[in-house]
């Protein structure tokens, strides 16, 4: 059983270099040259179920009949599961749309935020390892004239330039790498590539915020009492200096 993540980042990056193409990663042919079986169900576009018995080892899914964006991503999550666990910890591990529901043996549960860290760290190093996003943002960065400011390769807040090409770069990302903008968005985030400043975060990762839209101050102000050694030090601070 697999629970280290340095493990983990060995294991998707020989999973992903065997299985890669200029189509993008084939999951289908990973998954079989594990011996797991995979029972598949053209479902709802907008919705995907799916579900492994690690006992038996097989997963079933349902989903769009074109498996990518988050579908993808939740098929390699299961992919995980039984790769990365047995059934004497967990029994099966089911997914509705976003929902994970995971059934530990009681004789010796494992830790579920463990278990969820771990299958999340398994799909995005096995569908957007590290140093391939860092070449794709790079390479686009480069395309699209993207300016090192010194806030972040990709800097984000209410100016709708930087909304544009944060967009832009993502969408690229995405189609590239066949996952959703969302996960782009977080995986970018984790990286430090992508900083977003805005305050409170939008809903969905495309949305477009100004700052007039925002509710409350931005900034507010506090009056504290101040002892003269407190002062002292205030009136030495230099601006100059940082």
Same mark, same amino acid.
């Given at each position: 059983?697999?629970?280290?993540?340095?493990?983990?980042?060995?294991?998707?990056?020989?999973?992903?270099?065997?299985?890669?193409?200029?189509?993008?990663?084939?999951?289908?042919?990973?998954?079989?040259?594990?011996?797991?079986?995979?029972?598949?169900?053209?479902?709802?576009?907008?919705?995907?179920?799916?579900?492994?018995?690690?006992?038996?080892?097989?997963?079933?899914?349902?989903?769009?009949?074109?498996?990518?964006?988050?579908?993808?991503?939740?098929?390699?999550? #299961? %992919?995980?599961? !039984?790769?990365?666990?047995?059934?004497?910890?967990? =029994?099966?591990?089911?997914?509705?749309? /976003? &929902?994970?529901?995971?059934?530990?043996?009681?004789?010796?549960?494992?830790?579920?935020?463990?278990?969820?860290?771990?299958?999340?760290?398994?799909?995005?190093?096995?569908?957007?390892?590290?140093?391939?996003?860092?070449?794709?943002?790079?390479?686009?960065?480069?395309?699209?004239?993207?300016?090192?400011?010194?806030?972040?390769?990709?800097?984000?807040?209410?100016?709708?330039?930087?909304?544009?090409?944060?967009?832009?770069?993502?969408?690229?990302?995405?189609? #590239? %790498?066949?996952? !959703?903008?969302?996960?782009?968005?977080?995986?970018? =985030?984790?990286?430090?590539?992508?900083? /977003? &400043?805005?305050?409170?975060?939008?809903?969905?990762?495309?949305?477009?915020?100004?700052?007039?839209?925002?509710?409350?101050?931005?900034?507010?102000?506090?009056?504290?009492?101040?002892?003269?050694?407190?002062?002292?030090?205030?009136?030495?601070?230099?601006?100059?200096?940082?």
């Amino acid at each position: 059983m697999v629970v280290c993540i340095t493990e983990i980042e060995g294991f998707t990056a020989a999973l992903r270099n065997k299985y890669v193409s200029e189509a993008g990663f084939d999951v289908f042919a990973a998954i079989k040259s594990q011996g797991i079986t995979l029972t598949l169900h053209v479902g709802d576009d907008r919705q995907c179920r799916g579900v492994v018995t690690l006992a038996s080892g097989g997963i079933e899914f349902s989903g769009p009949e074109n498996i990518r964006n988050d579908a993808l991503y939740w098929l390699v999550y #299961l %992919f995980g599961a !039984s790769l990365l666990y047995t059934s004497e910890y967990v =029994k099966h591990i089911e997914i509705v749309s /976003d &929902v994970v529901s995971i059934i530990f043996c009681d004789a010796k549960k494992t830790d579920e935020v463990d278990v969820r860290k771990n299958l999340h760290e398994f799909a995005i190093g096995l569908l957007m390892p590290k140093h391939q996003i860092l070449s794709a943002v790079r390479y686009l960065a480069d395309q699209h004239e993207v300016k090192w400011r010194g806030h972040g390769i990709i800097y984000l807040d209410y100016e709708r330039y930087n909304y544009d090409t944060y967009i832009t770069l993502v969408s690229e990302i995405a189609v #590239l %790498f066949q996952v !959703s903008g969302q996960r782009v968005a977080d995986r970018l =985030k984790e990286l430090g590539v992508l900083n /977003d &400043v805005r305050f409170p975060q939008p809903s969905y990762w495309s949305q477009f915020l100004t700052e007039s839209e925002i509710e409350g101050p931005r900034r507010v102000s506090l009056e504290i009492e101040c002892d003269s050694d407190l002062d002292n030090e205030l009136d030495e601070f230099d601006d100059d200096d940082y």
